[in-house]
């Protein structure tokens, strides 16, 4: 008999993640059979100044909440001054403590499904810089925020920050892998056919998940950096440099956790098709293409790079959607599941290692020759 509920569930979805939230609502009011939706009435607006405030429009009082915040929406626009102004992480946190504020510490309980976790990158100290992960996540929960859930974190060590709040890192593996093998032509999974690789020694754990639950051969790139100068915030890369077993003839599997600039990621496949590699495919969670699609696009036409897969749980323009390199990983399912087992109180720790479900699923493929092994 599954747990009762922790309490009503409620679920805010902060400017931008509308259609997302949508459709964890509409996966959620399904398995309870209920016609009433669980998106909570809740808005931000702003003053002509730029100023804002978090308004509820109706009561959360004793409440299980769960705040669904993409704070990298770029899409997500306000009038300051008369002119239109695209949300900013910084705008979009602010936004989301306006929230909290607005439930006055009436709920039962807060939880923070944030899929890129703001000023990920900025986890730790190389000199005289502030420590905003940090920061903010203490803020959060001095806010009341119970759980954090995040997807993917640049280092998940950063919750060491908040050592007695719920912190959960969770990666895409299996929605991945299911969208990979639908979405891939002439796949083998065998081991003499295709490896994973590793952009840089920061992602070699991601990696060798992936190598290890599908028993493949692992490589890593290490990047020389010329630490002398600071280009745009960072050390610019001097080379790629491989580690690992020929990759001559071979489908590769570059897993990354992000895609900013895509220099480095573009970089890596480069020098993969000069070692004989035959297609490269990018795991990514997500694709911010920061400067744009128009490498992307010649990357492609060259050959260097054959499909990239990142997830919906950030904000995508529809000119990325349109590309033809491009596969989006639908993650809404999953993030109801998440909301579900937590409102009744259960234990997520199955859902969070799927490595049962992967190896039901290429066992599947296989029967029905979608890949071959």
Same mark, same amino acid.
Request: proline fraction near 3%; hydrophobic fraction near 40%.
């Given at each position: 008999?599954?747990?009762?509920?922790?309490?009503?569930?409620?679920?805010?979805?902060?400017?931008?993640?509308?259609?997302?939230?949508?459709?964890?609502?509409?996966?959620?009011?399904?398995?309870?059979?209920?016609?009433?939706?669980?998106?909570?009435?809740?808005?931000?607006?702003?003053?002509?100044?730029?100023?804002?405030?978090?308004?509820?429009?109706?009561?959360?009082?004793?409440?299980?909440?769960?705040?669904?915040?993409?704070?990298?929406?770029?899409?997500?626009?306000?009038?300051?001054?008369?002119?239109?102004?695209?949300?900013?992480?910084?705008?979009?946190?602010?936004?989301?403590?306006?929230?909290?504020?607005?439930?006055?510490?009436?709920?039962?309980?807060?939880? #923070?499904?944030?899929?890129?976790?703001?000023?990920? @990158?900025?986890?730790?100290? /190389? *000199?005289?810089?502030? %420590? !905003?992960?940090? =920061?903010?996540?203490?803020?959060?929960?001095?806010?009341?925020?119970?759980?954090?859930?995040?997807?993917?974190?640049?280092?998940?060590?950063?919750?060491?920050?908040?050592?007695?709040?719920?912190?959960?890192?969770?990666?895409?593996?299996?929605?991945?892998?299911?969208?990979?093998?639908?979405?891939?032509?002439?796949?083998?999974?065998?081991?003499?056919?295709?490896?994973? #690789?590793?952009?840089?020694?920061?992602?070699?754990? @991601?990696?060798?998940?992936? /190598? *290890?639950?599908?028993? %493949? !051969?692992?490589? =890593?790139?290490?990047?020389?950096?010329?630490?002398?100068?600071?280009?745009?915030?960072?050390?610019?890369?001097?080379?790629?440099?491989?580690?690992?077993?020929?990759?001559?003839?071979?489908?590769?599997?570059?897993?990354?956790?992000?895609?900013?600039?895509?220099?480095?990621?573009?970089?890596?496949?480069?020098?993969?098709?000069?070692?004989?590699?035959?297609?490269?495919? #990018?795991?990514?969670?997500?694709?911010?293409?920061?400067?744009?699609?128009?490498?992307?696009?010649?990357?492609?036409?060259?050959?260097?790079?054959?499909?990239?897969?990142?997830?919906?749980?950030?904000?995508?323009?529809?000119?990325?959607?349109?590309?033809?390199?491009?596969?989006?990983?639908?993650?809404?399912?999953?993030?109801?599941?998440?909301?579900?087992?937590?409102?009744?109180?259960?234990?997520?720790?199955?859902?969070?290692?799927?490595?049962?479900?992967?190896?039901?699923?290429?066992?599947?493929?296989?029967?029905?020759?979608?890949?071959?092994?």
């Amino acid at each position: 008999m599954a747990n009762e509920l922790y309490g009503q569930l409620s679920v805010i979805t902060m400017r931008g993640g509308e259609d997302f939230a949508k459709q964890v609502d509409a996966y959620l009011m399904g398995w309870r059979s209920s016609a009433n939706s669980f998106i909570v009435d809740a808005e931000c607006p702003r003053f002509g100044s730029g100023e804002g405030k978090g308004a509820l429009h109706q009561s959360l009082r004793g409440h299980d909440v769960f705040i669904i915040c993409d704070v990298f929406n770029y899409g997500a626009t306000y009038n300051m001054y008369g002119k239109t102004v695209p949300m900013s992480p910084d705008d979009h946190f602010q936004d989301l403590k306006r929230v909290i504020g607005s439930i006055a510490g009436k709920a039962k309980r807060i939880s #923070v499904i944030m899929p890129m976790l703001y000023e990920g @990158r900025q986890h730790k100290r /190389s *000199s005289r810089e502030s %420590l !905003d992960c940090a =920061m903010a996540l203490q803020e959060l929960v001095n806010m009341g925020v119970t759980n954090i859930l995040t997807f993917d974190a640049h280092d998940p060590r950063v919750q060491n920050a908040i050592p007695l709040c719920g912190f959960d890192d969770i990666r895409p593996t299996y929605q991945m892998i299911k969208a990979f093998i639908k979405e891939s032509d002439g796949l083998s999974l065998n081991n003499r056919d295709i490896a994973v #690789v590793s952009p840089d020694e920061g992602g070699m754990n @991601r990696a060798m998940y992936y /190598s *290890s639950v599908l028993a %493949l !051969d692992l490589g =890593m790139f290490y990047k020389r950096r010329d630490y002398t100068k600071i280009v745009n915030g960072r050390n610019p890369i001097v080379a790629h440099e491989y580690l690992g077993r020929d990759v001559a003839g071979k489908d590769i599997i570059v897993v990354d956790d992000m895609i900013s600039s895509g220099d480095s990621i573009i970089e890596v496949a480069t020098h993969l098709k000069k070692m004989g590699a035959k297609r490269i495919f #990018v795991f990514a969670t997500f694709g911010l293409f920061c400067n744009g699609f128009e490498n992307f696009d010649k990357a492609y036409a060259n050959g260097d790079i054959a499909r990239i897969f990142t997830t919906n749980l950030i904000y995508r323009p529809e000119e990325l959607k349109q590309k033809e390199w491009y596969r989006e990983v639908n993650m809404c399912k999953y993030v109801s599941l998440l909301i579900d087992t937590l409102n009744h109180d259960e234990s997520i720790s199955s859902i969070l290692n799927p490595v049962n479900k992967i190896h039901a699923y290429v066992d599947r493929a296989v029967e029905e020759g979608k890949v071959t092994v």
